[in-house]
């Protein structure tokens, strides 16, 4: 009976990690976005910073995708997949700059929200490290959602 558990609850990780594979390249496609098309006052600042939010996007997708590997997983690597899989939308293509640095507060905090549920199955089951990579990525998503807030004086 505990094999069958415990067989459940990796069938679980597995789903939440490869949840936030999807999301996380879901917001890299978005950040080359906002990247390319910000436009005004504050385009400088932006589009650096939209460089500098998907390069450690990058990173992040990557690590979780690898700890998905390590217990013998398979990530998903389809953009069919990920769009099939995130919580999180596209971008539309029309969003104003107020509206994209709005839609990524948005879309940090939804993930972040989920990494928490992540956490408590991951520390439930005994997958500390897991839990570790998802604190990690959780504590850098709440710290971009906050000075993203601040950038919009919220």
Do not use: C
């Not at 998907?54 to 590997?69: I, S």
Request: no cysteine; charged share 30%.
């Amino acid at each position: 009976m505990a094999k069958a558990t415990n067989k459940t609850n990796t069938t679980s990780i597995e789903q939440v990690l490869n949840k936030e594979v999807a999301n996380l390249n879901v917001l890299y496609v978005k950040l080359h976005n906002y990247h390319w098309y910000v436009k005004g006052e504050q385009f400088f600042s932006l589009h650096v910073k939209f460089e500098e939010l998907y390069d450690e996007v990058t990173l992040k997708m990557d690590e979780v995708a690898e700890r998905l590997l390590s217990i013998k997983g398979k990530p998903a690597a389809t953009m069919k997949e990920y769009l099939e899989l995130s919580t999180i939308q596209e971008a539309s293509g029309n969003e104003d700059t107020r509206g994209m640095v709005q839609t990524l507060i948005e879309d940090f905090s939804t993930v972040a929200e989920e990494l928490s549920e992540g956490i408590e199955l991951a520390e439930e089951n005994g997958d500390q490290p897991t839990a570790d990579l998802f604190i990690k990525i959780r504590t850098d998503l709440e710290k971009h959602a906050w000075m993203l807030r601040s950038f919009l004086d919220k």
